[in-house]
């Protein structure tokens, strides 16, 4: 073959592969048109209205967006929480990134805000300027805190630092209520030890299950340093932080927690033993938040035998004779891009989902709402159901309760996580964590 | 002859033992993938997530690629191992050393490139990156394959009256076959295993990867192990037969490579 | 080198195709990525502050890169190593035929088509105190959750990747024994040359190039190593399984800090160029074609 020969083969393989891959051809995304695009994460839609495969889900939530709204049409994605984040960064990289972005509050709010539309304006707007009092008031603190404006409206509350736990297997060792002290909580632990389960279920690999862990620990010694703390304006070598820190170490160290913990994901390693497919539980207890009651729905296929066990939930026990704190933050909140064409459609998408959703917020299971006047539950619940989400909304009622997940501080929580593990494989003290808290925590401004 | 037994029983026990390591770990998931609905989950999987659609583009993406990877390697590879021409080594460093970044740090600029080549949600999208990413380092084995074949069986070719194009198609390649199986197998692997850039570039149902499918199972609440497990079985299933069927050609590369003259 | 006729223009022609796709789509996110090295920027806002060389300086001065270094040379330098000689010695077994060797060899390759989540899964399976399967065995010798222990952990995943790897460097050597001259086998039974010395003196120099391909890969594999960490340990317990990349990827996705990430791309580009260099030297000094 000579080179003219080869340079067209060469030529017409090109064309080939290049007409092949041409196959999915790209369509424009007409926008201005009443067209809005939404993406966010998998768990962030709930179970709407019942639907939990993630095409039924976005697609009876576009279908009600666009019955409810005339002229307007919404495309909604679901992503794993992960490549939601991934893709958004390259997509506004690019400008291509969705009108309406899912969000979680807190730090990854902080990091996006200036690209997303100030939605106060809109909300003022939508309900006059007294527009705030409609919502509980936890439902902005994860979303104010970075900075003034709003960029982002919560459109789900969860409750975190709760244990769920299964009746059965805690009757083994002859454990009827579930442990109300740290003392208990040793006891039955190690009576769960001795009889060959597995004790606490903790995902310490997890930096989220590390933050529920130690933030409940110390609100519940100490609620007003835990939120000084965290927003940057306490001392981390005060002494009821140290002793946070202290107890912290003391899961691992008494064994309080599984072995092995370090490496344990809670999903879906340490869940998948909890409730596998089947319903089958092999878990006494498990550190795990409100979004799990969805499991206690009379729908599920496992329900039957997983409910058999017994299943229940409580806030964690109470640290030196202080009632546990429940963690209740908005867990899912919604933004409209600020490169969008269409932004008044997509705050309608948004009011739409924080407002007049919030029934099926409720009903979708797993979730509270963000309303004052909260709407009660108008699907039928299973006992369990019931009783665990009373047990959960009793607690966030009251006034145990810490408004925040981890910090809006990047530099914070990957200076905590690193420092909850040096405890956790005691490398380090309590003391000396919160002196390298201290350090890592003076060089961030704010 | 005793030696030659024990010789013998010798290997099985070897290969029993190192097939046992790898099929034990595997067996887990294997089992694990009928928790739930049993073989039902195969079939759910199959019916009803667009299994065939994705599967499809999965394949026009890898076969592709395979095509476009394999034959710029073996191009290049004979350069670099036969053929002498000026700035050889800088232009080896510079395709090498597309190897060396992650994915993660390329991922925003190429996708850049992309979106100012209006090649977001083509498969086009997913050529570059592939190529620039598997290509060099089947370009090492490749080129390696060459470098055993003596100079002399070319140069032989040449006496025949060949020019290099017919020495590289119809001597060289024939008898580098078991390295550029490997290339195949490798690029293949590859690309039909690749999720990051295929779920940025690809974000329209009908065009996306079966990559995707496990992502469905993945979710906050516990996600669904045994379908977590099938899909990623079936995912799994194409390369095993690839390989069974490449792996007849690695052996028939013996016979064939071994030039006597 | 073989003496054809006119080959400058060939040789340049047969190596363009693959440059200019390097060209168009890696030359630009290397330049992005020195040029992102000298921010201070989340990855996302659209403002970044021009930091100088800071990135690296506090690279540097950060103890956990020094632990992705140390765990960089202990991983190449293990990993390369037992998976060419479990590679070399399985590929010398198989070149020999015999009933069920071709099962057994696919078998053996199969680790290498794992996706990291089959991998994080099936090990978590193996090696939780817990629940694993490898408990029992693991604490007659003492261990308890390997993964948890920040002594062990990276060894844990040294072992874990001569696991999924050694059948991809069986699969290399399969191929160039089986490439060698018949003759050779043939010369060495009439001599009565012994398997060992057959395979020490006489195909491990004559299949030094794929094993110096091999110490590329696995040293380039190194450098890049993520999904195995990520899947198993996450970089803990307390940073102790840093890799570059699952540092980089650290920094990026949950720190929001993409100049440092970018720093740290660079730093890792640097590093297996000057390998690529050297390896090439030492390659082309042994005249191996």
């Given at each position: 073959m000579n080179k003219k020969g080869l340079s067209l083969s060469l030529a017409a393989a090109f064309l080939i592969s290049a007409s092949l891959f041409a196959n999915g051809s790209s369509e424009s995304d007409g926008a201005g048109d009443g067209r809005i695009t939404v993406q966010s994460w998998q768990y962030a839609l709930g179970d709407y209205k019942g639907f939990s495969k993630d095409d039924e889900l976005t697609g009876a939530v576009a279908k009600d967006f666009n019955a409810s709204h005339p002229g307007?049409?919404?495309?909604?994605?679901?992503?794993?929480?992960?490549?939601?984040?991934?893709?958004?960064?390259?997509?506004?990289?690019?400008?291509?990134?969705?009108?309406?972005?899912?969000?979680?509050?807190?730090?990854?709010?902080?990091?996006?805000?200036?690209?997303?539309?100030?939605?106060?304006?809109?909300?003022?707007?939508?309900?006059?300027?007294?527009?705030?009092?409609?919502?509980?008031?936890?439902?902005?603190?994860?979303?104010?805190?970075?900075?003034?404006?709003?960029?982002?409206?919560?459109?789900?509350?969860?409750?975190?630092?709760?244990?769920?736990?299964?009746?059965?297997?805690?009757?083994?060792?002859?454990?009827?209520?579930?442990?109300?002290?740290?003392?208990?909580?040793?006891?039955?632990?190690?009576?769960?030890?001795?009889?060959?389960?597995?004790?606490?279920?903790?995902?310490?690999?997890?930096?989220?299950?590390?933050?529920?862990?130690?933030?409940?620990?110390?609100?519940?010694?100490?609620?007003?340093?835990?939120?000084?703390?965290?927003?940057?304006?306490?001392?981390?070598?005060?002494?009821?932080?140290?002793?946070?820190?202290?107890?912290?170490?003391?899961?691992?160290?008494?064994?309080?927690?599984?072995?092995?913990?370090?490496?344990?994901?809670?999903?879906?390693?340490?869940?998948?033993?909890?409730?596998?497919?089947?319903?089958?539980?092999?878990?006494?207890?498990?550190?795990?938040?409100?979004?799990?009651?969805?499991?206690?729905?009379?729908?599920?296929?496992?329900?039957?035998?997983?409910?058999?066990?017994?299943?229940?939930?409580?806030?964690?026990?109470?640290?030196?004779?202080?009632?546990?704190?429940?963690?209740?933050?908005?867990?899912?909140?919604?933004?409209?891009?600020?490169?969008?064409?269409?932004?008044?459609?997509?705050?309608?998408?948004?009011?739409?989902?924080?407002?007049?959703?919030?029934?099926?917020?409720?009903?979708?299971?797993?979730?509270?709402?963000?309303?004052?006047?909260?709407?009660?539950?108008?699907?039928?619940?299973?006992?369990?159901?019931?009783?665990?989400?009373?047990?959960?909304?009793?607690?966030?009622?009251?006034?145990?309760?810490?408004?925040?997940?981890?910090?809006?501080?990047?530099?914070?929580?990957?200076?905590?996580?690193?420092?909850?593990?040096?405890?956790?494989?005691?490398?380090?003290?309590?003391?000396?964590?919160?002196?390298?808290?201290?350090?890592?925590?003076?060089?961030?401004?704010? | 002859m005793k030696k030659k037994i024990t010789q013998k029983i010798a290997v099985y026990a070897i290969t029993i033992i190192a097939v046992a390591i790898i099929l034990f770990p595997l067996s887990i998931l294997f089992f694990g993938s009928f928790q739930g609905n049993g073989i039902g989950n195969y079939v759910e999987i199959i019916t009803k997530y667009h299994f065939h659609t994705y599967f499809l583009n999965s394949l026009v993406v890898s076969a592709v690629t395979v095509f476009v990877v394999v034959l710029l390697d073996v191009l290049a590879g004979f350069a670099f191992s036969k053929l002498s021409f000026p700035g050889k080594n800088v232009l080896y460093v510079f395709i090498i050393s597309a190897l060396l970044l992650p994915a993660a740090a390329i991922m925003v600029p190429i996708f850049q490139i992309n979106a100012k080549l209006g090649l977001l949600n083509t498969y086009l999208a997913l050529l570059g990156p592939y190529v620039v990413m598997i290509a060099p380092f089947n370009l090492l084995t490749v080129k390696n394959g060459f470098d055993t074949l003596p100079d002399s069986v070319l140069e032989a070719t040449i006496l025949d009256g060949c020019g290099v194009g017919r020495s590289l198609w119809s001597v060289a390649v024939p008898m580098c076959k078991p390295s550029i199986i490997m290339a195949v197998i490798w690029t293949f692997l590859s690309s039909w295993n690749e999720y990051l850039f295929a779920f940025i570039m690809l974000r329209k149902e009908r065009i996306m990867t079966i990559t995707v499918i496990p992502t469905k199972f993945q979710s906050m609440y516990g996600g669904r192990m045994g379908m977590l497990y099938s899909s990623l079985f079936l995912i799994l299933l194409p390369s095993i037969i690839l390989y069974f069927i490449m792996q007849k050609f690695i052996v028939g590369g013996l016979n064939a490579g071994a030039v006597k003259e | 080198m073989v003496n054809f006729k006119r080959t400058t223009r060939t040789g340049l022609l047969y190596v363009m195709p693959l440059v200019l796709f390097v060209a168009v789509f890696m030359v630009y996110p290397v330049f992005y990525n020195i040029l992102t090295s000298l921010f201070d920027w989340n990855g996302i806002s659209k403002s970044k502050d021009f930091i100088g060389l800071r990135n690296y300086s506090d690279l540097f001065g950060d103890p956990v890169f020094w632990i992705t270094v140390k765990n960089f040379f202990l991983f190449a330098f293990f990993t390369v190593f037992t998976q060419a000689v479990l590679g070399i010695v399985l590929a010398f077994m198989f070149s020999r035929k015999f009933y069920g060797s071709d099962f057994a060899k696919s078998v053996i390759f199969m680790p290498a088509m794992l996706s990291s989540i089959i991998m994080g899964t099936i090990f978590f399976r193996l090696l939780d105190p817990n629940v694993g399967f490898l408990r029992i065995p693991l604490k007659a010798l003492g261990i308890s959750a390997p993964l948890s222990n920040p002594d062990l952990a990276f060894w844990v995943i040294i072992l874990v990747n001569i696991w999924q790897w050694t059948g991809y460097s069986m699969s290399l050597y399969f191929g160039s024994i089986v490439s060698l001259p018949t003759e050779l086998f043939e010369a060495a039974k009439v001599d009565g040359v012994g398997n060992v010395k057959l395979l020490t003196k006489i195909i491990v120099p004559l299949v030094r190039g794929t094993t110096y391909n091999l110490t590329i890969i696995g040293i380039i594999g190194a450098l890049k190593q993520y999904d195995l960490v990520a899947s198993l340990t996450g970089g803990g317990p307390a940073n102790s399984t840093q890799t570059f990349t699952t540092y980089l990827y650290d920094a990026a996705f949950t720190n929001y800090k993409q100049g440092y990430a970018s720093a740290i791309a660079f730093i890792m580009f640097l590093i297996a160029l000057a390998v690529t260099v050297i390896q090439l030297r030492m390659y082309n000094s042994k005249d191996v074609g």
């Open positions: 307007l049409q919404a495309e909604v994605k679901i992503l794993r929480d992960a490549d939601h984040y991934t893709s958004l960064r390259v997509d506004f990289a690019a400008g291509t990134a969705p009108d309406v972005i899912g969000i979680a509050p807190g730090a990854n709010l902080d990091q996006f805000k200036d690209l997303l539309e100030p939605l106060r304006p809109y909300a003022e707007k939508e309900w006059g300027p007294d527009w705030k009092d409609k919502f509980t008031e936890a439902a902005f603190t994860t979303i104010e805190l970075s900075g003034d404006g709003i960029y982002a409206f919560p459109s789900a509350m969860s409750a975190s630092g709760t244990v769920w736990y299964n009746r059965q297997l805690l009757g083994e060792v002859g454990v009827d209520e579930f442990p109300a002290t740290w003392a208990e909580l040793e006891e039955t632990t190690a009576a769960l030890r001795d009889a060959g389960l597995i004790p606490l279920m903790f995902g310490g690999k997890d930096a989220w299950q590390s933050y529920d862990m130690f933030i409940t620990i110390l609100g519940t010694i100490n609620k007003n340093l835990a939120n000084k703390l965290f927003a940057n304006e306490g001392d981390w070598t005060e002494a009821d932080a140290v002793e946070a820190f202290a107890y912290f170490q003391n899961l691992y160290i008494d064994g309080i927690v599984q072995d092995g913990a370090l490496s344990t994901t809670l999903y879906n390693e340490g869940y998948s033993l909890w409730k596998d497919d089947d319903g089958n539980s092999n878990l006494p207890m498990i550190f795990n938040g409100s979004w799990d009651l969805g499991s206690l729905k009379a729908s599920n296929s496992y329900y039957d035998k997983f409910s058999s066990y017994g299943i229940g939930v409580s806030t964690f026990p109470d640290i030196e004779g202080n009632e546990a704190v429940v963690l209740t933050a908005p867990d899912v909140a919604w933004a409209v891009n600020a490169d969008s064409d269409n932004k008044d459609a997509a705050w309608n998408f948004v009011q739409w989902l924080c407002y007049d959703m919030q029934q099926e917020v409720v009903d979708g299971l797993g979730f509270f709402s963000v309303l004052k006047d909260a709407p009660a539950p108008t699907v039928a619940l299973t006992p369990d159901y019931s009783a665990a989400y009373e047990t959960i909304s009793s607690a966030v009622a009251s006034d145990r309760t810490v408004g925040f997940r981890s910090s809006f501080y990047p530099d914070m929580n990957k200076a905590l996580f690193e420092n909850l593990q040096l405890l956790a494989i005691s490398e380090i003290t309590p003391e000396e964590a919160g002196a390298a808290m201290n350090a890592a925590c003076a060089s961030i401004g704010r | - | -």
